[in-house]
């Protein structure tokens, strides 16, 4: 409540206080984390980490610090801790499972639907946007790659990738709080402005693209143009098409190869890499 006052009061400190509340968002998942039970889930301290960064010096960068773990240590807590969850995520789905069959009656008994059901026939009247569908599943399948990796980071699933974001947040916030970010962010929205959309930049246009088809006078020199542009494309299209094939040939190789060491089921297991 008190920061929100402060930057109300104070805009140009929006900016400083937005990385700040990432930085204290990482922080308190990684204490959330801290708070298992369990030794081999826990993370270290981020100021032990920063400890480390800044006081470790090189000679002891050899020495490795080591956390001995013993046979069943906290295993109690463990199987409590495990128990309780699997009780509270037994009793949101009792309670969803109740939810919606309550809403499929109430849905059953005030049901305004006229249409003929054609339940059980063969008609599918999205075929014809198949494709774009496709496209639109591929497209929703990076994005949830990309949100896996965004848990993975936020939960401390990959702790050094964790501890470098939660510092550089926390080093820009700082920065941001001491330079002027008003005067600097209106500073440069009017030199963009007065730079990039002016009436000069037909000038501009007029330079860059002087050579272009369309600004080609003859009619020779359109259809050269025109025809040089589309041998570019086709000979870009025949060098991704070479290099796509030799990509796959590769795969398969490596498939082949995983085959015959590992085994015939091969799939793809989601994973982190290293930032």
């Known amino acids: 409540f008190y920061a929100g006052v402060y930057i109300v009061e104070r805009p140009h400190l929006i900016p400083s206080f937005s990385f700040f509340f990432v930085a204290w968002a990482m922080i308190v998942s990684l204490q959330m ?10 993370c270290k301290p981020f100021f032990k980490q920063v400890g480390t960064l800044l006081f470790d010096s090189h000679q002891n960068s050899n020495r490795v610090s080591t956390t001995v773990i013993k046979a069943r240590q906290s295993w109690a807590e463990v199987k409590a801790y495990e128990e309780c969850r ?8 009792k309670m969803k499972e109740i939810r919606q069959k309550l809403e499929s009656e109430i849905n059953a008994v005030g049901n305004e639907q006229v249409q003929t059901d ?4 063969q008609f599918v009247p999205l ?3 198949l494709p774009i569908l496709t496209w639109i599943q591929g497209l929703l399948g990076g994005y949830c790659q990309l949100f896996r990796r965004i848990k993975f980071i936020f939960i401390w699933e990959d702790s ?3 501890f470098w974001i939660t510092l550089a947040t926390l080093v820009t916030g700082g920065i941001l709080l001491i330079i002027p970010c008003g005067i ?15 009436p ?3 000038i501009v246009d007029s330079l860059l693209y002087q050579d272009s088809v369309l600004h080609s006078k003859s009619k020779d020199e359109k259809e050269r143009r025109t025809e040089e542009a589309f041998k570019e494309i086709v000979s870009a299209l025949q060098g991704r098409s070479k290099a796509a094939r030799l990509v796959g040939e590769e795969v398969t190789k490596s498939k082949a190869f995983k085959t015959l060491l590992f ?13």
């Open 127 to 129: 075929a014809q946007f």
């Open 184 to 198: 600097i962010l209106h500073w440069t929205c009017r030199i963009a402005i007065w730079t990039f959309l002016g």
């Open 118 to 121: 054609t339940t059980g026939q």
């Open 160 to 162: 050094i990738t964790s």
């Open 86 to 93: 699997k009780l509270r995520l037994d009793h949101d789905q």
């Open 263 to 275: 085994g015939e089921y091969i799939t793809n297991v989601p994973y982190l890499e290293r930032l």
């Open 33 to 42: 984390k801290r708070d298992h039970p369990s030794p081999w889930v826990q």
């Open 200 to 202: 000069w930049m037909k």
